[in-house]
């Protein structure tokens, strides 16, 4: 395909389109599309509020969104917008938005209600109740001693209750139900067919305050006190708290799925294009939700340009990284001495002399493997630890290496030999591999400002400075 002649230009008041006078003017041209300011403000606000560290001005800010959009471009070319991966992570993305917003509030409410009515008839015309209790565990095929013991406990506990013990701080003592023991034995608020029948039936012939005698269910012993009891709470009361409840458990995302699936059934389109249309017509209305939207696309894809054309091609190119660092070595150059290799600590020194002698037969990036492979494959009999070590980080390492003497780390008693191998790096590292992760990184940034230099020259870029320069002044 021929390219045109592509060139960033800066153009003056007098070059801006006819658009620019309108309420959202245009403040750039990016290969033939317009970006209006409302969509320059959306990208450059969210990037830029108060608890960003590098704050830009919005000068600043216009080449990083060109740039931004360059890319976005470049993927759209390179068709990355059709691959089947990348239309369902940005369905998946789009969705979580827009699926919320086909729920009319009326199907909230009544699911709200639904749900009242629900908690009404597992009342059964019966109120709520707070009960507390001491419990005596007694086990299922308890022995006539275990069971002698537990009623002599529950029956003592019950004697000192009646000589005026206070029921909350004896639970916190004596209660085997720890985890309600903690509040003094409060149960919480339940209704009918939540506990075990012969507790619940008695609680619910009991008055507010009342301390029944020691009662015998199918797990023990228990000592109940009912806190207090009260009628369902209304409607609009407890609406809220149902609310946030169904909604915690996914009420709007089955809502919108029956919802959807209705509407695709009535239609005779798919899901998906259910969802394409209601994103559309949704942003149209809404501009926030419209950029929304926009930054997930153009996020996207900008992801897999970089990922596809730079970052994965650059991690991989060895002999590029090598040369890189070859080239830029001052760039890495240490502060302090370090050390490249691994520090050992063995059960024996015996152990320790077979593993430094079967390490040196192997290049560094396989001592890990051969470790766990050939040392500690049933049992760990040597501990390993690879990286580059700088002096002053690793008291083992400073004492074994560099001579350092105070603060000497002694091997722990299960291995107490300890030993090095690798190498002494004064200056700085031997090869890139000793800053891998930074060289890599360094060489990425390097290659990703090489594509954005070609972009700028496939792509013709113009920009309108003074409907830019009211960006956020209106």
């Known amino acids: 395909m ?37 969509e320059f403000e959306y990208n450059y606000n969210k990037n830029n509020t108060d608890g960003v560290i590098d704050k830009k001005t919005v000068d600043e800010y216009v080449d990083l969104f060109i740039n931004y ?7 759209l070319d390179a068709r990355f917008d059709t691959l089947t991966s990348y239309q369902q992570e940005f369905r998946s993305y789009r969705d979580q938005q827009i699926r919320p ?36 565990h007694l086990p299922q095929q308890a022995t006539a001693e275990q069971q002698a013991a537990a009623k002599a406990r529950i029956d003592s506990i019950y004697a000192v209750l009646q000589g005026g013990a206070d029921f909350a701080q004896l639970a916190m003592k004596a209660s085997e139900d720890h985890g309600t023991a903690r509040q003094g034995g409060i149960i919480g608020w339940i209704g009918p067919k939540q506990l ?12 507010v305050n009342e ?39 996914g009420m709007k995302d089955k809502l919108a799925t029956n919802i959807v699936d209705s509407m695709a059934a009535g239609s005779g389109r798919s899901v998906d294009e259910i969802m394409d249309a209601e994103a559309e017509r949704l942003a149209a209305q809404d501009d926030e939700l419209k950029y929304l939207i926009q930054e997930y696309h153009d996020g996207l894809l900008l992801y897999e340009i970089c990922q596809r054309t730079v970052w994965e091609p650059a991690a991989k190119d060895t002999a590029a990284l090598e040369s890189f660092f070859k080239a830029n ?42 470790v766990k492979s050939q040392f500690n494959k049933d049992s760990v009999v040597v501990r390993f630890e690879r990286r580059n070590f700088e002096q002053g980080e690793n008291a083992m390492v400073d004492s074994l290496v560099f001579g350092v003497k105070k603060g000497k780390t002694r091997p722990s008693q299960k291995y107490p030999a300890a030993g090095v191998i690798g190498r002494k790096l004064k200056k700085g590292p031997q090869y890139w591999t000793d800053v891998n992760s930074q060289v890599v990184t360094d060489y990425q940034a390097l290659k990703e400002k090489e594509f954005v230099d070609e972009l700028r020259r496939r792509y013709k870029v113009e920009v309108f400075k003074q409907a830019l320069a009211t960006v956020n002044k209106h």
Not at 196 to 207: G, S, T, V, W
Not at 232 to 248: H, M, S, V
């Open 2 to 38: 021929k390219r045109l002649l592509y060139i960033f230009s800066m153009f003056c008041a007098a070059s801006a389109p006819l658009a620019a006078q309108s309420e959202d003017p245009i403040v750039m041209r990016i290969n033939g599309k317009d970006v209006t300011r409302s």
């Open 69 to 75: 959009k360059l890319k976005v471009e470049a993927a």
């Open 101 to 136: 917003l086909l729920v009319p509030a009326e199907a909230e409410e009544a699911e709200v209600t639904k749900y009242y009515q629900q908690m009404l008839d597992q009342l059964e015309g019966k109120q709520l109740l707070q009960p507390a209790h001491i419990f005596v």
């Open 196 to 207: 075990l029948k012969e507790i619940e039936d008695k609680l619910y012939a009991m008055e």
């Open 211 to 249: 301390v029944a005698q020691p009662l015998q269910s199918t797990v023990g012993w228990h000592i109940l006190k009912l806190m207090d009891k009260k009628p369902l709470e209304p409607l609009d009361t407890l609406a809220p708290r149902i609310r946030q409840f169904l909604e915690a458990r």
């Open 329 to 370: 070595k001052k760039n890495y150059a240490y502060a302090k001495p370090h050390y490249s290799g691994a520090l050992l600590q063995a059960i024996n020194p015996k152990v320790l002399k077979q593993v430094k002698k079967t390490l040196k037969r192997y290049d560094e990036d396989r001592w890990a493997g051969v």
